[in-house]
């Protein structure tokens, strides 16, 4: 089977599909980039349309590792999160403590996901 790249670059793809289990990774991309509520809720907005792109959602996220600059900020990651999942639908997850490449990062976030059909991104 095929391994779908969307969007490559020389240093990565928006989202990596090989047998239906996309990955891929956020961070926030709004400007200016905001306190850690601001960038929580862009990340999960991201992650919406990247799994509206593979033909997937909220529900079919299978896991997620959470890289957070300062535990103090947890509390509000884990409001938002808890109220981004479906009921019932929250994925395996792990939080560590990290610095980020660019110190106005508060978290950034990896996701696997299981994808729609195959193929269903070509072409966008």
């Known amino acids: 089977m095929p391994i779908q790249r969307i969007n490559p670059s020389k240093l990565w793809s928006d ?5 239906g289990i996309a ?4 961070v926030a991309e709004s400007e200016p980039l905001g306190d850690i509520r601001e960038q929580v809720s862009a990340i999960l907005a991201q992650a919406d349309n990247k799994l509206q792109l ?20 947890a509390a ?8 981004w999942f479906p009921e019932g639908c929250a994925p395996s997850r792990v ?12 978290l950034e976030m990896a996701f696997v996901a299981a994808a729609g059909e195959p193929g269903y991104a070509e072409g966008r």
């Open 15 to 19: 989202v990596t599909i090989y047998h």
């Open 23 to 26: 990955h891929f990774v956020e």
């Open 54 to 73: 593979i033909g997937s959602d909220r529900s079919r996220v299978l896991a997620v590792t959470i890289y957070l600059t300062d535990f103090a900020n």
């Open 76 to 83: 509000v990651l884990n409001e938002l999160w808890e109220a």
């Open 95 to 106: 939080c560590v403590k990290a610095e980020l490449a660019d110190p106005q990062y508060l």
